[in-house]
């Protein structure tokens, strides 16, 4: 049964009669199937997501063949996409719930960076969250090694045909640009996520894609108002410098940007708590 579809596919859930249980397998579309530098792209999915064994990102049993079709097997998540959760919530999530998804997000994409992998288009609807609550980064569709797109100068959200690689709402200044990225675009995309989920909206968004772009890279990030003002305190630093334009003014891993939500969490957690405490305000622990 269909699952859903992307740029490269079609999605679908099935029973693996050989393994004897439940996987999501994704088909390259047909007017791709001959088309070469598509199917390497597709390849190339596999060799780097089978990389990474992490409890945040979903795992990848095989690339196969039949007919002329070309399809991923991989793990089956049973749970909701974040951009769903968030609707489902009426449109955002709540503090605490926010920065659980933002934090395991952040552990998920640290593994990929760590055996030099490049997400791209990490956005609210590639995060899942089964039911037990744990986060898994999904679809590597136009993953990139970081190793290679330094030895080849390449562009980071177009292709040769002038193509945009990515989702306009969550793509880095350099990606906007088509130049060479690095892991600090996932940075920049999680960024966006994370304010997506506390808001309800992007912080960039404009009538045409390509107006969404320029928003990335001349406007400020909205950080007033009351859209805004539903981001905690605390976190406000971590998202502007997440959102920096330049790579070179955000967090440098995702380590750190990890931490810095962390430390966040626990103040708006103490915070809750505290408001339990009589006479809180007036001793001036709130």
Same mark, same amino acid.
């Given at each position: ?5 992307? *740029? ?51 795992? !990848?049993?095989?690339? *196969? /063949? ?13 749970? @909701? ?10 449109? +955002?999530?709540?503090?605490? /719930?926010?920065?659980?998804?933002? !934090? ?13 992998? %490049? ?20 679809? +590597? ?17 177009? @292709?040769?045909? *002038? ?25 920049? &995309? ?5 304010? /997506?989920?506390? @808001?309800? @909206? ?11 772009? +320029? ?7 909205? +950080?007033?108002?009351?859209?805004? &003002?539903?981001?905690?305190?605390? &976190? ?13 003014? #955000? ?6 940007? #990890? ?17 339990? %405490?009589?006479?809180?305000? /007036?001793? *001036? !622990?709130?």
């Amino acid at each position: 049964s269909p699952l859903g579809k992307g *740029g490269m596919g079609m999605v679908y859930k099935a029973h693996d009669r050989m393994l004897d249980e439940t996987v999501a397998i994704k088909v390259l579309r047909s007017e791709f199937a001959n088309t070469v530098d598509m199917l390497k792209r597709f390849k190339h999915e596999i060799k780097l997501a089978r990389k990474v064994s992490h409890r945040n990102v979903c795992r !990848i049993h095989e690339f *196969g /063949e039949d007919g002329g079709v070309r399809y991923i097997s991989m793990e089956y998540v049973e749970g @909701t996409d974040i951009k769903q959760l968030a609707r489902d919530k009426g449109g +955002f999530l709540d503090p605490e /719930e926010a920065f659980d998804v933002a !934090i395991q997000t952040a552990d998920g994409l640290q593994a990929i960076h760590d055996v030099g992998i %490049i997400h791209r288009d990490l956005k609210t609807s590639n995060i899942m969250r089964d039911p037990g609550g744990r986060v898994r980064l999904m679809d +590597f569709g136009i993953a990139k090694s970081e190793a290679t797109d330094r030895s080849t100068g390449g562009g980071g959200g177009l @292709t040769s045909a *002038g193509q945009i690689m990515g989702t306009p709402e969550y793509m880095s200044p350099e990606q906007c640009l088509g130049d060479k990225i690095d892991h600090r675009s996932d940075i920049y &995309a999680l960024g966006i996520a994370v304010y /997506e989920i506390f @808001t309800g @909206t992007f912080p960039f968004r404009g009538d045409t894609p390509v107006a969404t772009l +320029f928003k990335h890279i001349q406007d400020p990030v909205p +950080f007033e108002g009351p859209v805004a &003002a539903r981001i905690p305190l605390a &976190a406000v630093p971590v998202l502007r410098k997440a959102l920096a334009k330049d790579p070179a003014e #955000r967090q440098q891993s995702m380590d750190e940007l #990890r931490e810095e939500l962390k430390r966040c969490y626990g103040r708006v957690a103490y915070r809750r708590d505290a408001h339990m %405490i009589p006479g809180a305000r /007036e001793s *001036g !622990i709130l």
